[in-house]
T-cell receptor, first 114, second 112 residues
Framework: DADVTQTPRNRITKTGKRIMLECSQTKGHDRMYWYRQDPGLGLRLIYYSFDVKDINKGEISDGYSVSRQAQAKFSLSLESAIPNQTALYFC?????????????FGSGTRLTVV | GENVEQHPSTLSVQEGDSAVIKCTYSDSASNYFPWYKQELGKRPQLIIDIRSNVGEKKDQRIAVTLNKTAKHFSLHITETQPEDSAVYFCAANLSGYSTLTFGKGTMLLVSP
């Protein structure tokens, strides 16, 4: 089945380390997003990309960077991880064919920075 | 700033009762309003959505209503079942953009 896959599922890293979270999709969607989820705060947008050469900052982009290596792949990097980046990270995709539409989320990456 | 407010943050009902979750949004240019259900340890999944040219949409036991004048929309679940227990998120594409801004979520607990 077409899906959105995130790796790793869980990661513990130390403060100051660089870490990359990866997202790949087989849905054929052109739009991809990275959100973080914190208890009581909902889902907040970090970065998004509407095409391979398109990268846009979201609400909380500081401390993060992204790379859209191909239409199917969108990676999120933490250049120097800090404890308040401990969160559940979700990649999502959508299809521009109908304008704005619902997202398909990946299964999430739980990141702990110690 | 532009945002989506969601209430209540927690909601407990008895099996068979109805549940209503409400959201307000700040920007009249918004035109797409989805609802997501997130079960414990799982990813959010789209359960229903509505566009601004429609006032109400139903899908079996769930329905969404939209009041553009008041800038609020609501999720209605009838005949609740224990498997409806989850966190529900509303969202809107503020300023008509193609990204979604989410509410903070409502934890719904349906007791047998």
């Amino acid at each position: 089945d077409a899906d959105v896959t995130q790796t790793p599922r869980n990661r513990i890293t130390k403060t100051g380390k660089r870490i990359m979270l990866e997202c790949s999709q087989t849905k054929g969607h052109d739009r991809m997003y990275w959100y973080r989820q914190d208890p009581g705060l909902g889902l907040r947008l970090i970065y998004y990309s509407f095409d391979v050469k398109d990268i846009n900052k979201g609400e909380i982009s500081d401390g993060y960077s992204v790379s859209r290596q191909a239409q199917a792949k969108f990676s999120l990097s933490l250049e120097s991880a800090i404890p308040n980046q401990t969160a559940l990270y979700f990649c999502a995709t959508s299809d521009s064919g109908q304008g704005v539409g619902g997202y398909t989320f990946g299964s999430g990456t739980r990141l702990t920075v110690v | 700033g532009e945002n989506v407010e969601q209430h209540p943050s927690t909601l407990s009902v008895q099996e068979g009762d109805s549940a209503v979750i409400k959201c307000t949004y700040s920007d009249s240019a918004s035109n797409y309003f989805p609802w997501y259900k997130q079960e414990l340890g799982k990813r959010p999944q789209l359960i229903i959505d509505i566009r601004s040219n429609v006032g109400e949409k139903k899908d079996q036991r769930i329905a969404v209503t939209l009041n553009k004048t008041a800038k609020h929309f609501s999720l209605h679940i009838t005949e609740t079942q224990p498997e409806d227990s989850a966190v529900y998120f509303c969202a809107a594409n503020l300023s008509g953009y193609s990204t979604l801004t989410f509410g903070k979520g409502t934890m719904l607990l349906v007791s047998p």
